[in-house]
Every structure is written in C-alpha cells, then in structure tokens.
C-alpha cells in the first residue's frame, strides 16, 4: 500500500464536470452537488485506513459546511474488481451506516478522478462560488490513526474562510492516504 501526499493547491483551476451514479439511485453532476458559497469534492473510498480513521469527521465537517453554504460530494474511484470492500454495494451500505449527508458517487472508469488530479483517498478540492480552486490539503493531522479531539480542522477552517471570503489560505498541509487504485488494461 503506497502513501502519497498531495500536491500544492492551484489556485483559481476550475472544478471539472461530472455525471456520476450516487449510492442514492441518482445521476450527481458537479453543478448539482455545489453549494451557493461553493464546492468540497472529497475523493474517498471503503478500504483505506487513512479514510477509515477520519470518516466521522468528514461527516461532521461536511455538515457544518453545507450550513455555510459548502455544497459537499464524495468520489471513489478506485479498482472495484481488485479492492471488493470499495464495490458499489458497500458504498451503499457504508452511506447509509455513517448517514452520509452528501453523494457518495462511483467513478467506475476513473475518468473524473484524472481530470481533478487525485492521488489518494483521502483527497480533498475545495471550490469558490465561482468553482474555482481555492483547498488541496488535510481535513486534520490524523493519519492511520484519528489525530486527538481537539486537533484543529484544517479542511473546515479553509473552507469557513473560503465560503466567507472566496478565497483559501495561503498555507495549506497536504493530504496524505492510501493511493488510488489505478485500473490495469
């Protein structure tokens, strides 16, 4: 299992579109899942330990975000075939579990991960109302292990700044997970 750490965030890059099936039966563009202060696009999935040790913080961030007007989504797009734990059913079963409140979509072909750049679960984008790039980094100092209560909220912190401001901080902390499980012909 490779551990990556994302890239710097390039600010102003528009988010790129989608048309992606949710666990909830529905088709979920980019446009559909933004909110009106702009657009949190999380790439997760079942399986990985750095996803697992933060899933009831992301659920409460995006919580607190979408009352600031943070419309929230999350992608897995890793190998369903090689890792079954990140099948579509799961997915099911893992939204309703954690009572997701976003889409949690399934990016069979890969496709949407490549046009946002992702590299690992967990991998956050955070958008501007105009949906342009303002967050690459962690949702918090956890790592395999969920960082101590108490542990500032990078993502929420950002994104509170960018759903007020339209502009992310300066200084951003990558993410660091598992790699995405890339398809082999």
Known sequence: MASLE??????????PDFALPGTDGTIWTRDACAGERGLLVMFICNHCPYVKAVRERIVRDARDLIAVGIGCVA???NDTRDYPE???????RIAVA??????YLLDDTQAVAKAYGAVCTPD????????ELQFRG??????KETAPEGTARDLYTAMSQVARTGEGPAEQIPSVGCSIKWKTA
């Open 6 to 15: 994302t890239p710097v965030c390039d600010f102003g890059r528009p988010a």
């Open 75 to 77: 992608i897995m797009s």
């Open 86 to 92: 990140d099948s579509f059913e799961n997915m099911q």
């Open 98 to 103: 954690l009572s997701f409140p976003f889409p």
């Open 124 to 131: 956050f984008f955070g958008y501007n109302a105009a949906l």
């Open 138 to 143: 962690r949702l918090d100092a956890s790592r």
